[in-house]
């Protein structure tokens, strides 16, 4: 499988194949941990892959065979977030995390590895997640002076239950791949070898659906949980719908042609 470079950076790799971008945290000796300056290329990559016509899926992933991601690098954690290569701290991985939760397509966390803290909850908030056996997954905000109680948590919670998803934060345990799975986190186990094609299959799978039901279905199940931000993105998938309607063409038109709109004119479908 030849993946092609889409756009080069210094901390992630991005990639397309067949309709499939690829965001590979490239941080091996850290455990894909993740910078300030990460994250910042992983948003400006998930833009590129709202923009694209081309990118229908897009997949998530650590380099190497040990970690997803380590969560943030505590090697760069100062007082306020995590300092950038501009002395200012950050925590624009809650950035990513919305980009994620928002972009009108799927998003698979492809688990090779740890998924740990702030990588645990990159993949919480995917989509979908398929993982190999050997992954782990955790958290330990709590044992390192953090906590991500966003979609971190409620999401976590929506997907394990309340019970669990305490479990997780205040104990700070590991749990193996086939454990995850059986709460509710994973959707499939597969040997390491096997995690790229599988991963891929479900990719061209979900490609051989309407992208625009997967869109308004991703933005119900959004909207249920997530408020008025979840509301919002559903509701500016109707105006989209809308606007491509007579009917909404038909006020523009008689606005620019100086006359009353003649909406009377359009179905009413009861
Ligand atoms: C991930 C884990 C369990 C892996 O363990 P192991 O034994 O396979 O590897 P090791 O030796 O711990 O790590 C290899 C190298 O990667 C570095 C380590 O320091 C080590 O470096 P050297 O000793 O070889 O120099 N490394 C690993 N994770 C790192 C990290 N997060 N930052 C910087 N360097 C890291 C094990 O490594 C582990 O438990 N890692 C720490 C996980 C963690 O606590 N992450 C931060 C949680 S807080 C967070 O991410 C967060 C949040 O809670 C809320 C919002 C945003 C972020």
């Known amino acids: 499988r030849?993946?092609?470079?889409?756009?080069?950076?210094?901390?992630?790799?991005?990639?397309?194949?067949?309709?499939?971008?690829?965001?590979?945290?490239?941080?091996?000796?850290?455990?894909?941990?993740?910078?300030?300056?990460?994250?910042?290329?992983?948003?400006?990559?998930?833009?590129?892959c709202r923009e694209r016509q081309d990118i229908n899926v897009v997949v998530l992933t650590g380099a190497g065979d040990k970690a997803f991601c380590a969560g943030g690098d505590m090697n760069v954690k100062g007082r306020g977030g995590y300092v950038g290569t501009d002395g200012v701290p950050r925590l624009n991985v809650l950035d990513v995390q919305k980009q994620i939760r928002s972009l009108p397509k799927p998003v698979i966390a492809m688990v090779n590895g740890y998924a740990i803290g702030g990588g645990h909850v990159l993949h919480v908030v995917c989509d979908l997640t398929i993982a190999?056996?050997?992954?782990?997954?955790?958290?330990?905000?709590?044992r390192v002076g953090s906590f991500d109680a966003g979609f971190g948590s409620s999401y976590l919670a929506r997907c394990v239950g309340q019970k669990r998803a305490r479990?997780?934060?205040?104990?700070?345990?590991?749990?193996?791949?086939?454990?995850a799975y059986e709460m509710?986190?994973?959707?499939?186990?597969?040997?390491?070898?096997?995690?790229?094609?599988?991963?891929?299959?479900?990719?061209?799978?979900?490609?051989?659906?309407s992208?625009?039901?997967?869109?308004?279905?991703?933005?119900?199940?959004?909207?249920?949980?997530?408020?008025?931000?979840?509301?919002?993105?559903?509701?500016?998938?109707?105006?989209?719908?809308?606007?491509?309607?007579?009917?909404?063409?038909?006020?523009?038109?008689?606005?620019?042609?100086?006359?009353?709109?003649?909406?009377?004119?359009?179905?009413?479908?009861?």
């Not at 309709?19 to 998930?46: C, H, Q, V, W």
């Not at 509710?184 to 659906?209: C, F, S």
Request: aromatic share 12%; with cysteine.
């Open 184 to 209: 509710g986190m994973v959707n499939k186990v597969v040997p390491l070898e096997r995690l790229e094609d599988e991963v891929v299959e479900w990719a061209e799978t979900m490609m051989q659906h």
């Open 2 to 48: 030849e993946w092609k470079p889409i756009k080069e950076y210094k901390e992630i790799l991005f990639e397309l194949y067949n309709g499939i971008a690829k965001i590979t945290i490239n941080r091996e000796r850290y455990r894909n941990a993740f910078t300030p300056t990460t994250t910042t290329e992983m948003s400006d990559a998930l833009y590129i």
């Open 167 to 179: 479990e997780i934060w205040f104990m700070c345990r590991q749990y193996t791949a086939q454990e």
């Open 211 to 270: 992208p625009l039901a997967l869109r308004m279905i991703k933005a119900g199940l959004n909207a249920e949980l997530d408020g008025q931000a979840g509301i919002q993105e559903l509701a500016g998938d109707a105006t989209m719908l809308y606007y491509l309607t007579d009917e909404a063409q038909e006020g523009g038109k008689a606005f620019l042609e100086k006359r009353r709109p003649r909406f009377e004119d359009y179905p009413k479908f009861p």
């Open 132 to 142: 190999s056996e050997n992954a782990r997954f955790g958290q330990t905000g709590p």
